[in-house]
């Protein structure tokens, strides 16, 4: 991954770390909005004084971690959202919130839920376990040790709290296991579908260069053609100009006559293996029907078209078609020039025109349409 992706990736999920540390400091103030009134009612055994202290150090304990997300050093953690420190920070204010209050333990029992739902979704099972754990026993040591000192208003209540924290611990825990294991299944699924997909791409692709590929020589075929030259003269500029030529294998029918059509499908073979290694990037050869081919050639003039086509010509002639003893290969083309405006069909058949004056002449040449028009 490239460093500005990475930036990227970085902020993103900073940005939504922080949307999920403004939900946990949302729930602190509506616990502490609670804990007042509560207050305001005389269900806290502590001074008015001492709450304020409390209320400053819980803040303060945001700040710090707010300050950990801003600055980026929660990146550093394992786990940047640092959930886990967030949760056992959240238990140790809870069980220090249950310690100022006696009959009102039973309903503040929800907040612990409150933490614990906080990491359903990002602890792991075993790290989830452990923190209900820390949570159940931080509420039980504190009855016991308010029992242990006399402290208790009503024992077998405490007792009942207990026993209802010990079941909703446990049932969150088994909770997060069921639902980290449907992540995971899901997860799991996703990446199947993406490798489906990949797959379904990679066939696609291949389904595109079948329609588009002619299949015995690896050319485009005439439609494919038909179709790239009619985008690059929509895109010609008003001063630039394309090549076009028309080419034929000289006695191709005399070839399949005389040495079969395997001989010459493997001529048909040989002049595609010419033409690539006379072609640069960018030019554009396809079989256009039989023995016959169609090349276009962008950002062209005429000398550079007709320099091209004579070592094509060439490099065809001097060639030997591998299993096959044919006397003699050549080619003829007929060539013209597209510019802004023209009609491909129009100069295909201008090509065409050329091509048949170069046949007439004697094959084994290439002739130009602008020549016959006496340019």
């Not at 039980?140 to 077998?156: R, V």
């Not at 207990?162 to 992540?183: G, I, K, P």
Request: proline letters at 2%; one cysteine or more; hydrophobic letters at 50%.
């Amino acid at each position: 991954m490239s460093p500005s992706s990475q930036r990227i990736s970085h902020r993103a999920l900073q940005s939504l770390l922080l949307k999920r540390f403004g939900m946990a400091v949302a729930t602190y103030s509506m616990v502490l909005l609670l804990c007042w009134v509560a207050m305001i009612g005389d269900l806290f055994r502590v001074s008015a004084s001492t709450a304020l202290i409390g209320s400053g150090l819980v803040a303060l304990s945001q700040f710090v971690l707010f300050w950990l997300f801003i600055s980026g050093h929660n990146l550093r953690f394992t786990d940047p959202s640092l959930t886990e420190p967030q949760v056992l920070l959240a238990l140790g204010w809870t069980t220090w919130l249950m310690s100022m209050v006696d009959d009102a333990r039973g309903t503040l029992l929800a907040v612990y839920v409150l933490i614990m739902l906080f990491g359903v979704f990002q602890l792991k099972p075993r790290v989830f376990t452990r923190c209900a754990a820390v949570g159940f026993f931080a509420f039980a040591g504190l009855n016991l040790f308010e029992a242990y000192w006399m402290q208790l208003p009503d024992p077998s209540l405490a007792l009942l709290q207990v026993c209802v924290l010990f079941v909703l611990m446990v049932w969150l825990s088994l909770f997060a296991s069921y639902v980290q294991a449907l992540r995971q299944r899901m997860r799991q699924r996703r990446f199947a579908l993406q490798a489906h997909q990949d797959t379904l791409r990679g066939m696609m692709r291949q389904l595109e260069d079948l329609v588009a590929t002619d299949e015995l020589t690896g050319l485009f075929n005439r439609r494919h053609f038909l179709r790239l030259a009619g985008r690059e003269l929509d895109n010609l500029a008003p001063n630039r100009h394309h090549g076009l030529a028309l080419i034929d294998l000289d006695h191709f029918k005399r070839i399949n006559d005389v040495h079969g059509h395997a001989a010459g499908d493997r001529v048909l073979q040989t002049f595609a293996a010419v033409a690539r290694a006379c072609l640069r990037d960018g030019d554009v050869l396809a079989r256009y029907g039989g023995e016959e081919f169609v090349l276009l050639l962008p950002n062209c003039d005429a000398d550079r078209l007709t320099a091209c086509c004579e070592r094509l010509r060439h490099a065809f002639e001097q060639s030997e078609p591998v299993g096959v003893q044919v006397d003699r290969l050549s080619l003829s083309a007929g060539m013209t020039l597209l510019t802004a405006g023209d009609d491909l069909d129009d100069a295909l058949q201008r090509a065409d025109q050329a091509l048949y004056r170069a046949k007439r002449g004697g094959r084994n040449r290439c002739d130009a349409a602008w020549e016959g028009q006496g340019a």
